[in-house]
């Protein structure tokens, strides 16, 4: 029984914020360790520290694992980040040589965790998930319209001789090009020496894909976002009333204890 208060007196220290950014500091010097090894000719002395502080950094990995599966018993699975983290550590424990270095690249990931610490981290990631589905449906509008416009440029251009429209594939390239617009310009006067009228394509083509549809895209982002913090915002205030809650019931049970002193 005192070895389970004390471990959730553990877990709770981990998380907090102390807690979370102790983790953060512990991933950043893992994956300061982890550049370091990239470099050839490191002197041995400076090898045998890089190998100490990674075992002291899978040591600080495992134990925050053993904390977190005693404190939360079977709800520690329900968790996709603490299977991550099972997974990733006893991976960094395997002596396969191979994936050991990319298991520990993995560790990086680890410094997602400091989204707990920062409401307005978990706002800006909350809210991009939120925005998946919107965002999955102005990107099919987007390849819709682009598919169109490339199969377009070949039946107005290719019987002109325009190389950039010789068929569906080269058109697709030469489109995408316009869409980042790296050196489009030019693409627009070389297909107009063979038609006058490419421009209006061309700029129709730019002012649809980027000005209309790209756009698209930051207003579901921003809309998800505001979406999102509204959830913390109502969230935090449940919480509050929750806090509240339990204070008063707190409060009432000792003043009936109280009472109970004061009658006999």
């Not at 099972?86 to 560790?107: A, E, K, Q, Y």
């Not at 190389?163 to 390239?173: A, D, P, R």
């Amino acid at each position: 029984m005192k070895l389970h208060k004390n471990v959730i007196k553990l877990y709770d220290l981990m998380e907090s914020k102390p807690g979370h950014y102790f983790i953060g500091m512990i991933v950043v010097i893992n994956a300061l360790a982890l550049g370091l090894q990239t470099f050839q000719n490191i002197p041995q002395h400076v090898l045998e520290i890089l190998h100490h502080t990674d075992k002291f950094i899978l040591g600080v990995f495992v134990t925050e694992l053993i904390v977190k599966l005693l404190a939360g018993g079977t709800s520690f699975f329900r968790s996709g980040w603490n299977v991550f983290d099972l997974i990733i550590v006893v991976g960094s424990m395997s002596d396969n040589h191979d994936f050991l270095p990319v298991l520990r690249t993995f560790r990086v990931m680890h410094l997602m965790a400091m989204m707990d610490a920062s409401p307005k981290m978990r706002q800006i990631l909350s809210g991009f998930w939120k925005a998946i589905p919107g965002v999955a449906n102005v990107l099919c509008l987007l390849l819709l319209f682009f598919y169109i416009f490339c199969v377009l440029g070949v039946f107005m251009f290719r019987d002109l001789g325009a190389t950039e429209f010789q068929h569906i594939g080269v058109s697709m390239k030469t489109m995408f090009q316009v869409l980042t617009g790296d050196d489009w310009a030019n693409v627009m006067r070389s297909t107009e020496k063979v038609a006058k009228y490419a421009s209006a394509y061309f700029i129709s083509f730019y002012v649809v894909m980027v000005f209309i549809i790209l756009n698209l895209f930051i207003g579901v982002v921003v809309g998800a976002m505001q979406s999102a913090e509204e959830e913390i915002f109502n969230k935090s205030d449940d919480d509050t009333n929750s806090k509240q809650l339990i204070l008063l019931k707190n409060l009432k049970k000792q003043l009936d204890r109280l009472e109970k002193k004061i009658g006999k």
